[in-house]
């Protein structure tokens, strides 16, 4: 059960039961999004309060400028798994019912997105889980614009080549990760140095890709990336990135271990299992292929032409 931290004992009777009433709701949250929401219409409520903005995983810089105390004030709230946000309130100068207004608002915000994060994190790597995956999916797939998907992007003129993927326009990117040979890991070093090498593994992806993308664990030795807003060609830039960062590193009492990766485009109305399923079939070929390899679904012709998931038994993947 959550217990909102004490008022400060200075609170005036406005600000504590304005305070409590918004604790409750902020207690009710359910998910992520529908929390930051809460917090915002909460903090806007206040009759000082003139302008309010939350960054989501953000961060101060050591050397910003911030306006003079008066007139705004910055929040910045960390989580325990690294990701960061930045509350801005505007309000006039000499305002200390603001603060402890806010103040608490921010600690419950803080408190019930711990919560949340119980819920939706792997335990052992501290990545998203599979649970919390569909929900910001949607969310991606809604945003896409109407565009042909690469895998119908041929000029149809005789002679002249098909469109690469570098060509297409700013989208959303799913990608899949799989470990190779990962059973011959727990089988020589044990499941201990096996669970040690998919923590590493997840520190070595927040290293490599940027603030806004989301890393997921699907259950052992598979991850899966989302890339908002981005084009093919960064795209394909951070996938071959993370591919050399994990084959250059040394992972204890292991050594060095490969990736095979595979990614597509997520089109508008897509699903997450048809989105998955494509870039999983492009983590098939990479493994046929020798692993260690990174496969684009969109642009590979024998992905586009045919399901290539091989029959039960034919090749080992791990």
């Avoid at 999004?33 to 009759?47: C, I, K």
């Avoid at 003139?50 to 961060?59: G, H, P, T, Y």
């Avoid at 969310?139 to 098909?162: I, W």
Wanted: aromatic fraction near 8%.
């Amino acid at each position: 059960m959550f217990v909102a931290a004490p008022l400060p004992s200075s609170s005036s009777g406005q600000v504590e039961s304005s305070a409590l009433a918004w604790v409750t709701r902020l207690t009710g949250a359910r998910e992520r999004r529908e929390l930051a929401q809460l917090l915002l219409d909460g903090v806007l409520s206040w009759p000082a309060v003139e302008r309010a903005e939350l960054d989501e995983q953000s961060e101060l810089p050591a050397n910003a400028v911030v306006p003079d105390h008066g007139s705004c004030q910055c929040w910045e709230m960390r989580s325990e798994f690294g990701e960061q946000s930045l509350l801005r309130v505007w309000s006039p100068p000499d305002c200390s019912d603001t603060l402890d207004f806010v103040g608490h608002l921010v600690r419950a915000y803080q408190h019930v997105l711990r919560l949340l994060d119980g819920a939706e994190r792997d335990p052992m790597t501290g990545l998203f889980n599979r649970k919390s995956f569909d929900e910001t999916f949607w969310r991606l797939s809604m945003n896409c614009l109407e565009r042909p998907h690469a895998a119908d992007s041929e000029t149809g003129v005789p002679g002249q080549p098909e469109r690469r993927h570098q060509d297409s326009p700013p989208g959303y990117w799913l990608g899949v990760l799989d470990v190779d040979h990962f059973k011959r890991v727990n089988d020589e070093h044990g499941h201990l140095i096996g669970d040690e090498v998919l923590i590493l593994l997840a520190r070595l992806m927040r290293q490599v890709f940027r603030r806004q993308d989301r890393f997921y664990r699907f259950g052992g030795e598979e991850f899966v990336v989302l890339l908002p807003s981005t084009d093919a060609a960064i795209a394909d830039a951070l996938f071959q990135r993370l591919r050399r960062t994990v084959e250059t590193h040394d992972f204890p009492q292991v050594g060095r271990i490969t990736v095979s990766l595979g990614y597509t485009q997520i089109c508008s109305k897509d699903s997450p299992a048809g989105a998955f399923d494509r870039a999983d079939q492009a983590v098939y070929l990479a493994k046929k292929s020798g692993r260690n390899r990174v496969v684009c679904f969109d642009i590979e012709p024998a992905l586009r032409s045919a399901s290539v998931l091989p029959p039960a038994g034919d090749i080992e993947l791990f």
